[in-house]
């Protein structure tokens, strides 16, 4: 029933819009007099309107005139063959002050508007447009805007109506609005109950903004009436108009209408600046966010294989360190190994020499028919005397070269006596003094094997440089000193180390013996024995006749 009426409600506003004219009217002729046709010559006629008035009209920003004033004046002008110089103000207001000065010669506005009315006569009113009441959708049809006067009524600023608004109903309260906008917005929220608005403004504002939920529930009697204001000087012109906007038939005015409620609507030029403004930064944000997250996932990924690398890296460094080590033991071992075999063939010489005399003895009395059970048994107590001899050697070197587990106790003093028995043979050859006076005993706790290889490694290498510097008098001195800790000294009469090298002897692989087969780890791996794994000092340095070794040992484990 209510949904009837409001139909037919709409249907009789949009047939008042016409209502200064028959809808089926023909259209009247314009007969222009001779003096107006020559007064529209050489002439320029100024026109202003409202900038912002959409349907009715606005300038775009092109500064093309368009809305339903527009398309009226754009007849006129057809009709009168030529163009109004059209000029453009800022807002309203703006083209009101422009009024006071009559600036232009026709201004577009409502025939109510009284600032218009003082330089400027209004033409015959051309449109009529009802002032509607917008509700929401809950509302039921309103036949009298004072029922809802407590209610939160609205209506828009400057849209020229507003002397009529507030005559008619002189117990409302209105609120005024910024905008239409903020209206009908307003009443979409529950902001405000009611809003007025022209039926042409109001509807088309609905539609351009997709707002849902209002209606059009009511008509106020009120009519707002479109005219063009002639500047009061300029009676000619008021005339011309006046006939010319007469002559636009209804018909015209109603496709005019139509066009601006239905068709136009996507032609309509909404600034969309801001829009635009507020789409871009958001895109732009959005945009920076993403790159930046994509930097920071790029950049969490980079570091996260840099650790992984370093972490890998560190282990494959490690790792190699640690087969390097392994590998330096192993030449290490190998050398000592060479060295080892080389102190057997010198221990074994003797033994091999007194059992080839054996033999050959053997054979010789048993040629001459000596060989009598006394001699066989002699002979055979010696052989066996010798070779235990032999294997006894053999039984030293490997115990003395067996990797040992476990610290123990030993004396200092049986280690470097061990040593020097093992290595004897050979520094007798090469007639090398060893002079090792010192006899008290110190025990120590700690890996006696290990020990002994450090200092063998020492004399050794004292053996070779003095054998090589061809010295006279050879010589090794051992001396064991008790007093922070325990002194063990090494030296020799070999002239000393070169000082431009005397810094590098503990480093691996340094050797200048790389013509006789010097590998170079001898003092490397004595240096590790003694330093991690004796907890003990080694260092180097050069007297007047040659090197010295000093091994401090720490005396925390020194057991007298
Ligand atoms: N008593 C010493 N007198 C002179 N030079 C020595 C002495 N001991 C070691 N050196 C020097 O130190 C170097 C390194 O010794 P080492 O690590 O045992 O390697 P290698 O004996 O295989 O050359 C030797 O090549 C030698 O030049
Ligand atoms: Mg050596």
Redesign the pocket.
Known sequence: MINKMQMIFKFLIIISIFATNSLFANEPKLNLTPQEKEYLKNTTITYAGDPNWLPFEAFDKQGKYIGIISEHIEIIEKKLDLKFKKIITKNWSDTLELSKKTEADIISGDAADVTLAKNYKPIDIYMQNPLVIITRDNYSFVSDLNHLKDKKIAYGNGGGYSTDIVKKYPNIEFIITDTIYTGLLGVKSGKYDVFIGTLAMTDYSIVQMGIENIKIAGDTGITMNLTLFVNKNKPQLYTILNKTMKSISDIQKHNIISKWRYNKIEKVIIDYTLVWQILGISFIIVFIVLIAYQKQKKLHKKIKVLNDNLENKIKEEVEKNKQQQLLMLHQSRL?QMGEMINMIAHQWRQPLNVLSMINQTIILQYNRKKLDDEKVKYFKENTKKQIQNMSKTIDDFRNFFKPEKEKIEFYINDVISDTLELVKPILTKASIEIIFKNKQQFKIIGFPNELGQAIL??I???K??LVENKIENKQIKIKLVEDENITLTIS?N?????EN?ID???DPY????ENK??????????KIIIEEHTNSKIS?SNNKN??N?IITLNKLKIVK
């Open positions: 050398a490694n020492i050794n290498n004292a070779d440089a020799d070999a002239k000393g180390i070169p090298i590098k002897v503990f340094f050797s200048t013996k087969n010097g590998t170079g780890l001898g003092l490397y791996m004595t180097v040659g090197a070794f």
